[in-house]
């Protein structure tokens, strides 16, 4: 997002975004869920509360006008229904996007209150969150690892195996994997430029060494432009490869293993990558580490993940296998 080219929001909001992108140092993509999810909720209000002309498209209702006395009569019903207000009729939100907009809603009353010091009450703190299914992650078996890796054997299949490898064997994301470059790779580990833009280092095997050494002997940049030679994985189109091209790959790698596409993604071989680290005796700690989480809890997630190994664990006990029919036939000899 570039700065100079943002105009058709009120200067608190403005102000608030400089805030997270320079203070808190918040990345570019999450600033912008919050300049897009405030807008909406400003063009909702001023067309709720019939400030604008009812024939005006939601996407040209001008909220520059916006004050911190319009902000002050915001009433926490009004909040309530923007949770689930869609500008395209018929069109429902997903339980993680009405989360995501009250989480902006929360943040924003909260820099008005706490930094600002602009208002004397935060209503959002009696906003409750949109409940969310709880779900866990797909993963893949190590199995089918396996065939998903055996899948790279076509022109690209140096550089897709070595890209599958850094999925499956350190967890990254896919923003992380992408934004890799040459001078990131070292010896034994990466430095990866995480969410928030915060750096990691993550260890990977010699398996994923020998996948990254095979694919730099194959690495040609010779039509590459400049901006894009440091890139570590370069593209078709002989560009830094992006995110949906990673994703496309992905895809079809998914396809040649036998392997549900719908099912599956980059996301869940890190979901993958978590999991296997988990059931070979990863500790929680080093595995929220590795995987860069800033909670815990969001790494707990796959403790649950590992019910068949804790299955075959109850299985594996003696005693736990003894029943009262066992015990009477023993008597009876």
Known sequence: ??????????????????????????????????????????????????????????????????????????????????QSYSPESGQALSAASRCRRTSTVKSFFNYLVTKRHLLDKNITQELDMPKRQASLPRYLEEAECERLLAACDDKYGLRDYAILMLFLSCGLRVSELVSLNLTDVYEDHVRVLGKGNKERVVYFGEGCREAIDDYLMVRNVEKVPEKDKNALFISQKNCRFGVRGVQQMVEKKLLEAGLDPSRYSPHKLRHTAATLMLKNGVDTRALQEVLGHSNLNTTQIYTHLDNAALHEAALANPIGRRTRKTDEETCEQ
């Open 1 to 82: 997002m570039k700065w100079d080219e943002i105009n058709d929001v009120p200067d608190l909001v403005m102000e608030f975004l400089e805030y997270h992108s320079t203070v808190r140092g918040h990345s570019d993509r999450t600033v912008l869920a919050y300049y897009l999810d405030l807008k909406i909720l400003l063009r909702f209000l001023k067309k709720r509360r019939r400030l604008v002309d009812p024939q005006t498209p939601f996407d040209e209702i001008d909220i520059t006008d916006v004050d911190l006395d319009f902000l002050k009569a915001i009433r926490i019903e009004e909040l309530y229904r923007y």
